[in-house]
C-alpha cells in the first residue's frame, strides 16, 4: 500500500494540519518507507517460532522481605554534603 499525495492531502485534513509542499513530500517519502517496512514484515513467516514478550529471557529475580528495626532515614543524613538538625542544606534556586 502506497500513500499518494492525495490521500496524505485528506489525513492531514481530517486531524487539522497544514504542511508546506517540501515538508509534504518529505513526510509522503518517510511515510511510504515505514510502510514497505511493516509490509516486509508482515510477510516474514514465523510459523515455527513460538510467541514471546519480551525479545529476551531473562526472569526476574525475588527475594523474600525481610523486617528490621531500623529507624526511618538512619544514616542518610551522613551521606548528604551538608544537612541542619533533620533536613538536607541545598542551594537556593530562586533569586531576586
Known amino acids: 500500500m502506497k500513500i499518494s499525495k492525495e490521500s496524505f492531502h485528506n ?3 481530517m486531524v487539522k494540519l497544514s504542511f508546506k509542499e517540501e515538508e509534504k513530500l518529505k513526510l509522503i517519502k518517510d511515510l511510504n518507507h515505514t510502510v ?5 514484515m508482515n510477510d516474514m513467516n ?6 514471546m514478550s519480551y525479545i529476551h529471557n ?9 523486617a528490621s528495626n531500623a529507624k526511618a532515614g538512619q544514616g542518610l543524613h551522613e551521606n548528604a554534603p551538608e544537612s ?3 533536613y538536607y542544606v541545598v542551594p537556593p534556586i530562586f533569586h531576586d
Do not use: G, H, Y
Open 11 to 13: 489525513i492531514a485534513d
Open 58 to 66: 531473562l526472569k526476574n529475580v525475588f527475594r523474600e522481605d525481610v
Open 46 to 51: 514465523t510459523d515455527s517460532q513460538e510467541p
Open 84 to 86: 541542619m538538625s533533620d
Open 36 to 40: 514497505e517496512f511493516i509490509e516486509t
